[in-house]
DNA sequence: GATTAGAATAATAGCGCTATTATGTAGCCG
DNA sequence: CGGCTACATAATAGCGCTATTATTCTAATC
């Protein structure tokens, strides 16, 4: 007489699996796989079948034995600095809406400008096997690069380009926005020009910025240009303490180019409190175009970088390496430019 | 004489399994495992070994494969209208900081604020076998409410509070943020007031701040009181329209609360080119405290809701939570309230 | 020094799904 | 009408990890 079989294991289980389903439509769960992922190979009749018993045991897949069992997930993990910086949620959204619609999921991480993090957001993010990395900017640890790198995962670095890339980047030029705000403010006869940046040290992008405007500025014959900065991060506050300091460093000041919308409303705040008119005495380039800047007193001249472009395109980038998997992966590089908005306040 | 055995399989693989590091740790795969999910119970000469294995392989653990075996993720869905909307980017920031500090990920949608979306989001959410859902508001499909009771994660909704909850709430009452509005404006010594709100008819939670805003000032003693809509998002632009129109059909009106601080800052602009007094003329209040607002001209009063503390609270309910997994789950409903920041536009 | 509790490590058995291969079944041709 | 293709469905064998149970190995006790 066999002893009676102890019950040795007991693991906790999703309610309603695969299996469930193919029982109730009596058919292999092979077969109801297939349905989900190639729905044009299964007969309309087991496609009816399946779909009735998915609604009826209220089945919901996991995308984790899934991912497991494909090597890969559906899943593009997103990192940027900062979420509350609207330029940033621009192009987050974005990708959300386009990635979506094929069905692919967001992770989203934030750096809060802290590079040195970047390193185990990107290693937390390979945990998931996605389907593609996207990342802020060109400047990534040597570590961050080879974990990459040996990932084979698609990459897109977006809202910066330069001389490098890893693999795919949608972006553009910052020192050309600064070149641009310099020349704009020179061509309306300015000759005493100012950058006004925040966190500039952290916020490398604003730095180029700067860089490109003051190259151009002084390049430019009668015309001086210098820097001020604060290290606190962009607010219309910060803009208005910067427009003190330039006053009071530089009465002469005529044009002055803003790190970006929020320090330029605070510019504008400021000067009409102090009674500065603007654009008369003083001219005034912003950048992001932000949701005040078109309504604002006066509206604000500003440059506008496509946060929305940004992120439709590397979300096309992800999309179309995806499909064609197979195929030899090839770089790519878009300029998504940038346009200066010629408004009162210059 | 037997057949060569022919190579049947081929499967993807990650590079590097735990069974690499635990081998040239030489030591089990279990107890590599160990070492990630209770580094205590791993002897120290065990732990250098494994550390360096890991090390030198580069190592990435594979967290899908983790998830599918322990049946859960240390992934927490948050679920919000927009991440463009200044407010939620700030929770969603203050949730992924705390989060992040018990290795939990943040998985973002958004619903763009089509509720019927909702359900999708959810139903892929749970695909994820999340270790929490955080959903935006109370308003939810009972679709929606079955599939996450069925699942039994816990949820936080946020940003709303009422008198239902799912499971956890954080958040504060927006009929109350309009009652405090009118009130102000009431003894401020104004009695034409009007609320302008910009897409009411999706918004719940501005429609209701509206309601109360509404209630507050109508039964008071000689105050009237209405409503100027635009189905446009909230944008400074929109409330310029909207402050035109309201001079225009109500020209004695003396007190506005706008449904946000876009709208506001829209009010300043206009009555600045238009010549009306603020406050002298005009009283307004905003909603959203939001980075210009302290920095306008008028500095705008207005309600801050504590955007960040709604992520903070709801990270330590579900970090609570989690902790506590045997314990009978209790409701929780955290009431953050918001503030009136009294400055110069009343 | 035999006994044993406790700590550390290892073996075992899946988690729920997909990719691959195998099988069955029509449809079509010479 | 045998044989072949194309299509639909099923069987098979894991993906990489964790929870459970089993086995050591140490250290303490009498």
Redesign the pocket.
Known sequence: MAAPKPI???????RV???DV?ARA?????????Y??KP????A??SEAIARAIDALD?V??LM??G?????SRVVSIIVPSVRNAFFAETVAALQDELGKQRLQVMLSHTEYKEHDEENLVRTALSWAPAAVVLTGLSHSAATRRLLRDSKVPIVEIWELGSTTMDMAVGFHHDQVGQTAASHLIQRGRKRLLFLGARLHEDRRAARRAEGFLETARNAPGVTADIIQHPAPASAEVGGMLLNEAVHRFPDVNGIACSNDHIALGVIFECQRLGIAIPERLSVVGFGDLSFSAAANPSLTTIRPPGDLIGKEAARLIIARILNSDAQPKQAVIDTRFSLLHRQSS
């Open positions: 040795r294991t007991r693991r906790k289980m999703q699996t695969i299996m193919a009596e058919l292999s769960p092979s077969t109801v796989s297939l989900f992922r044009d190979a299964v007969s009749a087991a089945y897949p996991n034995a899934g497991l069992a494909a090597a890969s």
